[in-house]
């Protein structure tokens, strides 16, 4: 089996698809997570590990649960895919998904919408998309979380 070809992998608020013509439409890409360290506070409710915050339902709305775009060429017969998001400080996954493409003709392009959850980011630092095909890393795109606790 041969290795696929990887077109495009983006981070995307919304992957929408036009009715009429199939094309897709990418809205709000992006590489960078914004995270603000909550601060100690008293009382009996539990409290989240060092370094994360409970958001609001307001926050979460606002935030939203992003969508992966993935376009691959050199698809012959159903291809097993493997796509994860890691922490790069010490190469923990924090989300993992498998998928399946389908194509039998190579000189076609396959396009991919994959919802996600919120991606979390219990610090600042850089973190991947990655894609993997047969354990073997076909790309990856970096997200920087970066603190605004200040800001």
Same mark, same amino acid.
């Not at 495009?8 to 929408?16: E, I, K, P, S």
């Not at 013509?21 to 009996?44: C, W, Y």
């Not at 998001?85 to 190579?106: E, F, H, M, T, W």
């Given at each position: ?6 077109? !495009?992998?983006?981070? !995307? ?11 897709k439409i990418i809205a709000g890409t992006f590489n ?16 989240? !590990? ?70 979390? !980011?219990?610090?600042?630092?850089v973190y991947a998309l990655e894609l993997l095909w047969?354990?073997e890393l076909m790309g990856s795109l970096r997200i ?8």
């Amino acid at each position: 089996m041969l290795k696929p070809t990887l077109q !495009a992998l983006l981070l !995307a608020d919304h992957v929408y698809q036009d009715k009429d013509t199939g094309k897709k439409i990418i809205a709000g890409t992006f590489n960078v997570l914004h995270v603000s360290p909550r601060k100690p506070t008293s009382g009996d409710a539990p409290q989240p !590990a060092e370094g994360q915050r409970q958001m609001s339902v307001k926050e979460v709305r606002k935030v939203g649960s992003p969508t992966a775009f993935i376009s691959l060429t050199e698809i012959r017969e159903p291809t097993e895919l493997e796509l994860r998001y890691i922490d790069l400080s010490n190469n923990v996954v924090l989300i993992g998904a498998k998928l399946q493409v389908i194509c039998r003709d190579p000189l076609s392009t396959v396009e991919a919408i994959v919802s996600l959850p919120p991606l979390p !980011a219990p610090h600042p630092g850089v973190y991947a998309l990655e894609l993997l095909w047969n354990d073997e890393l076909m790309g990856s795109l970096r997200i920087t979380a970066v603190d605004t606790s200040d800001s």
